[in-house]
């Protein structure tokens, strides 16, 4: 016969039904009870009802499952017993509170209701055992008021409306020329107590329950309610939580901490959650119920005053969390409340953390001997580590800017880190404000290619259009700059040098703040802070060993290194930028995007010079021009990476992005180039193309005009023989973009094959490279076997694979892509975080398509993707040998990887 199911778990008195281990059936919070119990811990008796009844409840029309009324009276019976005192007793009553708790905790989001068991009759002896009406009456009225409201909905009708029980307390103290609730007598409670139930009746026609028993069916039923409320579901959508778990309710004796000044209430915290420090950390109230301390109507006091005021309550309350720190082997936080000198303990859960905090105790366990290496590298967040390479602003500051409504708006956060400066619209301007020793933040309506110098130059940059893999985002990302894409409440007006937020209007030389890890845009300077990781690595402006945090920060990711499987490459073509990955422990340049290379003074001029020539030889001697300066470009970053691989693109945008584009530039151009105005706009007009990023780029460039590729690969073999009679050891990798035919690619590779081995037999030396392409079409995954053919390599372009696989355009989806992922039509922005059912699709067949015929063919990704964690656990997964991303996120990949490493 099938074992009936059990819906109520019980535990008090030192014994537990349930243990931590039953998370999904009894809640994050119910578990925590259980576990506590059960190793000791002082906890109020009490039972959970398990998800169970909750999703039996939705699935049944709000019914319960049959033989749950007495389980819970069972339950009811075994805290009675355990008090000494009963539900609804009016000599000496039991109060129980109804809490909500998920398997995912979700602060906030679920009703509770407290002193639950309270009527005109039972507060008598809630009277006479405490010897305090006005205590007493104060709970019963807290309690009309939560349940009135909670569970019996009265509640202001919208935000404008005030609570209707405010308005009745006020009207109290009013009358009593009073300023605080404490000042209040019991009596005043008491015709409280009747002026809300008075009000509950005329406004929702029904009586307040004085029965106890009425009064526990009614909070569970609201708790187990809420759990689909509107704030619960938005926040389940934005945590990913699934909306079928449903939550637990535990039903629990109360115990006071506002019983008199021999109670307090409070929160606490095993280690320090702002910085990870080993000290107890926390907050009380004396006479207080817990939501004081919440609700911030009266300011808590340090925990380490508790010693002063109870020595012996605080003793046992540092040994309680002691034996749950090493119970659980991980930093908790704890709610707890010490009745007339007796502490219970309320809660326990993991606390949360900063990535200090999360990078601190982790290392500091390990070195402590409570957990293990591979435990530690799995408790941090890869992303979580951004705020240890980047600038933060000071939290008490940015607090400030929100009060003072100086958040203006909020956009997706392409770069993190934080960044204060003065407005300007234009590249050039922030350039030249730089020079002058401003800080400044540069702001777009979205950048383009002929902008990066610009960028360089600001703090941040800003923009209103765009995603993020749109220009502004990515070139931001591998300067490790601090970057908001896609603010679409900025209309930024070039013309007046302004733009407006609202009703706000930022004038150039305006002070703005950045925040790229939240996105928000802020009015004013807002203090920040530099990191110390980076004045060590970098800037060389702190000892490594003055800096715990750079210690641990390393000690952490040679951990990463030694378990992870994948290789971490990184995506520049800067040679500083190259130095930067280096420092960070990039294993090889991933993508080198040559067209970055383009820009800039006479190198544009060059590029201009070639687009525009009429024939193969005007093109041929444009193109000698660019040759020493590529060649000198490829040299630097070359020579910096050492015998690690540099996989070298060659040219991929379309050719327009380097023309001039307003009038005023065109005429320029062709007074310097000395041809008609005419002709060059014509020339400008016949590059137009409706569908760029479909157009004439990629591969197709190097297919009509093969010189170019001719000169790419020159200037790479010069730089690498150069460097090879130097005694250097360079390994670059060519790359050939948006191939989508085996013969693309053969074409290409002839013509890099051929001038390699011209140069090495001028130079008379050999040098290691390998040829290979960017898979970033759908028909380059499904005919890999027959591209690998041609190939050494591959590198997923995730970029524009996600692009075409979709046909969702890069630069333009930002527009309507967040309400997708709102409306969970994609479960994230798809160019974040790799859309694994159709892209990653396509990656797998590339992936076993190209080595069914090339065993050892070697794979790697540099779409954004490859800083992604939850893509890096799939590339991973497909068998990747490496990602490539941004320098800043080598750390981040690096962690991921392992903890990828680790799950399998
Ligand atoms: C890509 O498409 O993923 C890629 C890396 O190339 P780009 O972003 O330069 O198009
Ligand atoms: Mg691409």
Known sequence: MAQKKKYVYFFGGGKAEGKAAMRELLGGKGAGLHEMTRIGVPVPPGFTMTTDVCT???????????????????????????????????????????????????????????????NDRTVQGLVRRTKNPRFAYDSYRRFVQMYGDVVMGLKPADKKERDPFEIILERKKEARRVRFDTDLTADDLKQLVAEYKAEIKKRLGQNFPDDPRAQLWGAIGAVFGSWNNDRAIAYRDLYRIPHNWGTAVNVQAMVFGNMGENCVTGVAFTRDPATGEKRFYGEFLVNAQGEDVVAGIRTPRLIAELKEVMPKSYAELDRVCKLLERHYKEMQDIEFTIEDGKLWMLQTRTGKRTGFAAVRIAVDMVDEKIISKEKALLRIEPDQL?????????????????????????????????????????????????????????????????DIRGMDAAQGILTARGGMTSHAALVARQMGKVCVVGCEAIHVDYARREMRVADTILKEGDWISVDGTTGEVMRGEIQ??????????????????????????????????????????????????????????????????????????????????????????????????????????????????????????????????????????????AETMGVPVAELKSKVESLHEFNPMLGHRGCRL?????????????????AACELRREGKNPFPEVMIPLVATRQELHLQREIVEGVAREVMKSHGVKVRYLVGTMIELPRACLFADEIAREAEFFSFGTNDLTQTCLGLSRDDAGKFLPSYVAQGIYPEDPFVSIDQGGVGELMRIGVQKGRKVKKELEIGICGEHGGDPRSVAFCHEVGLDYVSCAAFRVPIAKLAAAQAALKR
């Not at 049959?66 to 109060?95: C, M, S, Y």
């Not at 509770?112 to 068991?117: A, D, E, P, Q, S």
């Open 56 to 118: 039996y409840y939705y699935d049944h029309r709000r019914q319960y499952p049959k033989g749950l009324a007495d389980e819970i009276a069972n339950g009811l019976g075994r805290v009675e017993r355990i008090l000494g005192r009963k539900f609804g007793d009016p000599e000496n009553p039991l109060l129980v509170s109804v809490r909500s708790g998920a398997r995912e905790s979700m602060p906030g989001m679920m009703d509770t209701v407290l002193n639950l068991g309270l």
């Open 702 to 718: 190097g297919i009509s005009y093969p010189e170019i590729t001719e000169m790419q690969a020159r200037a790479i073999f010069e």
């Open 528 to 669: 920040a802070f530099p990191s110390e990781v980076l004045q060590v690595l970098l800037a060389g402006t702190l000892d490594a060993k003055a800096s715990r945090v750079y210690q641990q920060f390393t000690k952490l990711i040679r951990w990463a290194d030694g378990i992870r499987k994948i290789g971490v490459r990184t995506n520049t073509d800067q040679p500083d930028q190259a130095r930067v990955a280096v420092a960070f422990g990039a294993e090889g340049i991933g993508l080198c995007r040559t067209e970055h290379m383009f820009f800039g003074g006479e190198r544009i001029r060059a590029v201009q010079e070639m687009i525009l020539a009429k024939d193969q030889s005007g093109r041929r001697q444009a193109l000698a021009k660019l040759l020493s300066m590529q060649k000198e470009d490829f040299k630097g970053i070359l020579d910096i990476m050492g015998a690690r691989p540099v996989t070298i693109r060659t040219l991929d945008p379309p050719l327009h992005e380097f023309l001039p584009k307003t009038e005023e530039e065109i005429v320029e151009l």
């Open 386 to 450: 951004n705020q240890l390479l980047r600038p933060i602003f000071d939290p008490a500051d940015k607090e400030r800017a929100g009060r003072e409504g100086r958040i203006l708006a909020k956009g997706l956060p392409a770069g993190p880190g934080a960044a204060t400066g003065r407005v300007v619209f234009h590249a050039e301007d922030a350039e030249a404000w730089k020079k002058r020793g401003e800080r400044v933040i540069l702001c777009r309506v979205e950048t383009s290619p002929d």
